[in-house]
């Protein structure tokens, strides 16, 4: 992708200054200048577009973007001043009397640019080293499917076998145990010894690149850019209601799972902070679902003190100002009961829940804040650290909002949710 950004932003980029610069067309020479200022304009604000997508940014890489912009902007810069130099070097007569004026201008331009492309520069690398924390805590567990750049198909498990070991099923050459390195796995036990190279980069939730391989004359063929795709396992049927948990900030782990209702070695989703989305959530026995879960932007995350289950870490933003929400979509129609823990680690710290299904708003309850500490306490009790409400589902269409509300301080936030079906 970088490669062809850069190819592509520097032949338009020197389009701008190419061939528009002959002292005998004083005309043409006019009207180059004028499409160099416009084309400055219009590059401009792409780079403003630019600027905004960086705050928007939620994947791994993106630092290339900003570096092949400013690479583009110094291959123009470079163009500039070689014209700048023969348009000095043409007789008086036949030079256009202002261009030497309109290069100088343009060559501020392109430095006000490149300064620009600098600032961006900062927040890219924040987000890919924010991205690259989120990759290092997705779980790499389950059914994958390998295809190697010969086009060879295979599918493989990966299993964890505890402090950072991977077995990796694939047949062959890049079958083993890897040690496993926030976003990367590399080989720590091949299946053959003599290969010890391999190294696989998590780039998304369920996509693994091979990144590093032994030498063609050890292996035989070059297995980089080797891809291992996380298979989806079978979406469970819509029309039955099923329980759903989620966890946000921090998993704690299976078997650590202590929310209200349910059994510690539940499935549970896990939304980290800054993430906004979640789609086919996993139901209570891991199965995927149609429910999807959309979250409103957040960027801060603390825990409770003393709790190491689904209620210690919380989600919220910093900016104190806006009331978190959370809307699921998909959750088949049916009768249901929904455990919202919401509270950060102060007394004062409690949110006022209030449950919407559709134009249908179910009331608001709050959690605690009577200026003690119980809220710490990991007996759970409604109105404490959770609220629960009973509520019923119509229509697939029918969205059900969940928002936290700022109470008794300046944040609001989410700790855990948990939907399960009511059967009586």
Not at 163 to 179: K, R, S, T
Not at 220 to 237: E, M, P
Not at 254 to 273: A, I
Not at 277 to 292: F, M, Y
């Amino acid at each position: 992708m970088t490669h062809t950004l850069k190819s592509l932003l520097c032949i338009s980029l020197l389009a701008l200054v190419a061939g528009t610069m002959d002292a005998d067309e004083p005309t043409r020479a006019r009207r180059g200048l004028e499409a160099h200022r416009e084309s400055n304009v219009a590059l401009r604000q792409r780079l403003e577009r630019m600027a905004e997508s960086v705050r928007q940014l939620q994947q791994v890489g993106r630092p290339d973007l900003a570096q092949a912009v400013a690479e583009g902007m110094e291959s123009v810069a470079q163009e500039l001043a070689s014209r700048e130099r023969r348009a000095s070097q043409q007789e008086p007569a036949t030079s256009e009397p202002n261009e030497q004026a309109e290069l100088s201008q343009l060559r501020e331009q392109v430095r006000q640019l490149r300064e620009e492309v600098n600032s961006l520069r900062p927040p890219l690398d924040r987000e890919r080293r924010d991205a690259t924390e989120r990759l290092g805590k997705v779980n790499l567990e389950g059914v994958w499917e390998l295809t190697l750049p010969a086009g060879f198909v295979y599918e493989t498990r990966i299993a964890n076998l505890g402090e950072g070991i991977y077995e990796v099923g694939v047949p062959g050459n890049l079958a083993g145990l890897y040690q496993r390195q926030g976003h990367k796995l590399t080989v720590k036990e091949p299946r053959e010894p003599r290969l010890t190279e391999f190294v696989w980069e998590l780039r998304s939730n369920d996509l693994m690149l091979l990144v590093k391989a032994p030498p063609v004359a050890k292996v035989g063929s070059d297995y980089r850019g080797a891809l291992l795709r996380r298979k989806q396992s079978a979406v469970s049927a819509p029309n039955k209601p099923q329980s759903i948990n989620i966890v946000f900030g921090r998993d704690p782990g299976k078997g650590n799972y202590d929310g209200v209702v349910g059994r510690p070695r539940d499935t549970w989703n896990l939304l980290d902070v800054g993430q906004t989305s979640l789609k086919q959530l996993r139901n209570h026995k891991g199965r995927a679902t149609t429910v999807n879960l959309k979250v409103s932007e957040n960027d801060g995350e603390w825990g409770i003190e003393g709790q190491d289950g689904v209620y210690h870490a919380y989600i919220y933003h910093n900016c104190r100002c806006v009331d978190l929400e959370a809307v699921f979509s998909g959750l088949a129609p049916g009768r249901y009961e929904i455990y919202v823990y919401a509270h950060g680690d102060a007394p004062d710290q409690n949110a006022e829940i209030e449950l919407a299904v559709g134009a249908e708003v179910y009331g608001r309850k709050s959690t605690l804040n009577d200026g003690s500490w119980d809220y710490r306490s990991r007996k759970f009790a409604e109105g404490v650290q959770y609220v629960r409400f009973e509520f019923a589902v119509e229509q697939n269409s029918q969205p059900v909002k969940v928002t936290s509300r700022r109470a008794g301080s300046v944040y609001s936030m989410f700790n855990a949710i948990q939907i399960v079906p009511l059967t009586k």
